[in-house]
């Protein structure tokens, strides 16, 4: 099939790679090349062992690979040969200076805007896939358009709602795709490019167009309120524990109310991911900005009771377990932030870890697919920790086994077995409310579940 459409993505990561695999796997009309500064990362993306795990990835970059998808670090050549730019480079929360810990780093960011210009020599459509602070369009047009090659460059937001773990049943049948432009001659036409590309897949009505502010306040705002969700269940739940009602059954019933809807309202650990907390803390430095601290303290809000309730583990534990656990093997059972993913950026898990060193308790951390990067995290505290693959030995003579990611794996174990190597009273702490609390209790695992009182 003949190629109408070149596209380049710059920034080979969890959302550029899946996504231009995807669009590639879907468009063979469109040649989709995807660029990085990482070497490593690219040869990865090039070999057998793809450099993040998703499930269906593999097949979709097997069928698309060398057709009509390729990964190079020629960035310049890659642009310069692009009709459409996607930037899906990262965009971490600044550690430094004005908004250190809330406003978005924009370095990387802006590198990439300078460096389009520069190759350049014919206008193009410049796509933002990160999600960004709002107006950083504005930010990039100037940069863009601001040259004397008399160039123009139409620049999208085209933000990502794909979920890891899902990322390619998200990407094939997304709920929406949602594209702002300016609402002038040329936004308008370049929108209607890139609706061209996704109408491959995606039924028209479920492509979004907006103007270019409210697509990247969108992004922003659907994080916020999925956190939020999970928060307002997780601040629920600690009345739960304290009351005898349980969370589940609570969630479950508020859920069925058709105008609230089932979904994130599982109560948890709390929340991790490279979005949430980085977007919400990226709306309320927005607020802040725009002289609205009110907002910004509602939206800090639901970071800060995700905080808490990840705290709150490590004090259950310390309260069940006659207040001490220093010099005691806990068992971590999991590391990832959620399931399905070896991604663990802002995992609760490491919170819980360093908790229990705080405790001067040992932890031992194991995972099916997160072992890597938990050692990366892990790297300041590597001595104090012990990563184990195989979860049977991992709670082999621990005194407390900690659920902290909801791999399906771990509530198919034998517990029986587990009970047994360890030492007793045998504790379980369930993060995930995964286990079958009911039949570990039978084996006799002292059980607590986040959100789960004592019914009398
Ligand atoms: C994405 C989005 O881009 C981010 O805005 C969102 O909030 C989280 O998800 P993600 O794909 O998960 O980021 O980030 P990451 O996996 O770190 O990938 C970014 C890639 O960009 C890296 O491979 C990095 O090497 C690359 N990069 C970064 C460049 O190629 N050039 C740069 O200048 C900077
Ligand atoms: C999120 C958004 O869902 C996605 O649309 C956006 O593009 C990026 O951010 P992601 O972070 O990959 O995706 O995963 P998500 O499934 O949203 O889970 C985020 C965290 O919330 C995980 O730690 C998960 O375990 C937790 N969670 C989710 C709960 O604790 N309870 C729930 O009910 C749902």
Same mark, same amino acid.
């Not at 600044?94 to 250190?100: D, Q």
């Not at 358009?145 to 890891?164: I, M, Q, R, T, Y």
């Given at each position: 099939?003949?190629?109408?459409?070149?596209?380049?993505?710059?920034?080979?990561?969890?959302?550029?790679?899946?996504?231009?695999?995807?669009?590639?796997?879907?468009?063979?009309?469109?040649?989709?090349?995807?660029?990085?500064?990482?070497?490593?990362?690219?040869?990865?993306? %090039?070999?057998?062992?793809?450099?993040?795990?998703?499930? =269906?990835?593999?097949?979709?970059?097997?069928?698309?690979?060398?057709?009509?998808?390729?990964?190079?670090?020629? @960035?310049?050549?890659?642009?310069?040969?692009?009709?459409?730019?996607?930037?899906?480079?990262?965009?971490?929360?600044?550690?430094?200076?004005?908004?250190?810990?809330?406003?978005?780093?924009?370095?990387?960011?802006?590198?990439?805007?300078?460096?389009?210009?520069?190759?350049?020599?014919?206008?193009?459509?410049?796509?933002?896939?990160?999600?960004? *602070?709002?107006?950083?369009?504005?930010?990039?047009?100037?940069?863009?358009?601001?040259?004397? +090659?008399?160039?123009?460059?139409?620049?999208?937001?085209?933000?990502?709602?794909?979920?890891?773990?899902?990322?390619?049943?998200?990407?094939?049948?997304?709920?929406?795709?949602?594209?702002?432009?300016?609402?002038?001659?040329?936004?308008?036409?370049?929108?209607?490019?890139?609706?061209?590309?996704?109408?491959?897949?995606? *039924?028209?009505? %479920?492509?979004?167009?907006?103007?270019?502010?409210?697509?990247?306040?969108?992004?922003?705002?659907?994080?916020?309120?999925?956190?939020?969700?999970?928060?307002?269940?997780?601040?629920?739940?600690?009345?739960?524990?304290?009351?005898?009602?349980?969370?589940?059954?609570?969630?479950?019933?508020?859920?069925?109310?058709?105008?609230?809807?089932?979904?994130?309202?599982?109560?948890?650990?709390?929340?991790?991911?490279?979005?949430?907390?980085? &977007?919400?803390?990226?709306?309320?430095?927005?607020?802040?900005?725009? =002289?609205?601290?009110?907002?910004?303290?509602?939206?800090?809000?639901?970071?800060?009771?995700?905080?808490?309730?990840?705290?709150?583990?490590?004090?259950?534990?310390?309260?069940?377990?006659?207040?001490?656990?220093?010099?005691?093997? @806990?068992?971590?059972?999991?590391?990832?932030?959620?399931?399905?993913?070896?991604?663990?950026?802002?995992?609760?898990?490491?919170?819980?870890?360093? &908790?229990?060193?705080?405790?001067?308790?040992?932890?031992?951390?194991?995972?099916?697919?997160?072992?890597?990067?938990? +050692?990366?995290?892990?790297?300041?505290?590597?001595?104090?920790?012990?990563?184990?693959?195989?979860?049977?030995?991992?709670?082999?003579?621990?005194?407390?086994?900690?659920?902290?990611?909801?791999?399906?794996?771990?509530?198919?174990?034998?517990?029986?077995?587990?009970?047994?190597?360890?030492?007793?009273?045998?504790?379980?702490?369930?993060?995930?409310?995964?286990? &079958?609390?009911?039949?570990?209790? +039978?084996?006799?695992?002292?059980?607590?579940?986040?959100?789960?009182?004592?019914?009398?």
């Amino acid at each position: 099939m003949s190629i109408k459409t070149k596209i380049t993505c710059i920034g080979a990561g969890y959302v550029g790679g899946p996504t231009m695999a995807v669009i590639a796997d879907k468009c063979e009309d469109v040649r989709v090349t995807v660029v990085d500064i990482n070497q490593a990362r690219i040869d990865a993306w %090039n070999g057998d062992a793809l450099p993040i795990f998703e499930p =269906g990835l593999d097949e979709v970059v097997a069928r698309a690979r060398g057709r009509n998808l390729f990964f190079s670090t020629d @960035i310049a050549g890659a642009i310069k040969d692009a009709d459409i730019v996607f930037v899906s480079v990262n965009t971490p929360t600044k550690t430094f200076g004005h908004g250190a810990g809330k406003a978005s780093d924009l370095q990387y960011w802006e590198k990439t805007a300078r460096q389009i210009l520069e190759v350049c020599d014919e206008g193009k459509i410049i796509v933002e896939k990160s999600t960004l *602070p709002v107006r950083t369009a504005a930010a990039m047009e100037r940069i863009l358009n601001s040259n004397d +090659k008399g160039l123009h460059f139409e620049v999208l937001s085209n933000p990502e709602f794909l979920a890891e773990g899902t990322a390619i049943r998200d990407l094939f049948a997304p709920d929406r795709v949602l594209i702002g432009s300016h609402q002038t001659e040329s936004g308008l036409a370049a929108c209607e490019k890139l609706v061209e590309v996704y109408a491959h897949w995606v *039924p028209r009505e %479920n492509i979004l167009t907006t103007n270019l502010w409210s697509s990247e306040l969108t992004k922003l705002t659907a994080n916020a309120f999925l956190a939020q969700r999970i928060s307002s269940i997780n601040s629920i739940s600690a009345l739960c524990e304290r009351t005898g009602a349980d969370v589940d059954e609570v969630a479950h019933v508020v859920g069925r109310d058709s105008r609230i809807g089932a979904k994130f309202l599982k109560a948890s650990i709390g929340f991790g991911g490279s979005c949430f907390k980085k &977007d919400i803390l990226n709306l309320s430095y927005l607020c802040e900005y725009y =002289g609205l601290p009110e907002v910004a303290a509602y939206w800090e809000s639901v970071v800060k009771i995700n905080e808490w309730q990840t705290h709150r583990m490590v004090s259950t534990m310390l309260e069940r377990m006659f207040n001490t656990i220093a010099g005691k093997r @806990i068992a971590v059972l999991g590391f990832a932030f959620k399931a399905n993913t070896g991604d663990t950026r802002e995992s609760p898990a490491n919170l819980v870890v360093r &908790d229990l060193l705080n405790e001067r308790a040992l932890p031992v951390v194991t995972d099916p697919k997160a072992i890597p990067d938990a +050692k990366r995290d892990l790297a300041d505290v590597l001595d104090r920790v012990v990563f184990e693959e195989d979860v049977y030995k991992a709670c082999e003579g621990a005194h407390a086994v900690v659920v902290c990611t909801e791999w399906k794996c771990f509530a198919e174990l034998d517990w029986k077995k587990i009970h047994a190597g360890m030492e007793k009273p045998a504790f379980v702490f369930d993060g995930r409310n995964i286990l &079958d609390a009911a039949a570990l209790a +039978k084996i006799g695992f002292e059980v607590a579940c986040i959100g789960k009182g004592k019914a009398d």
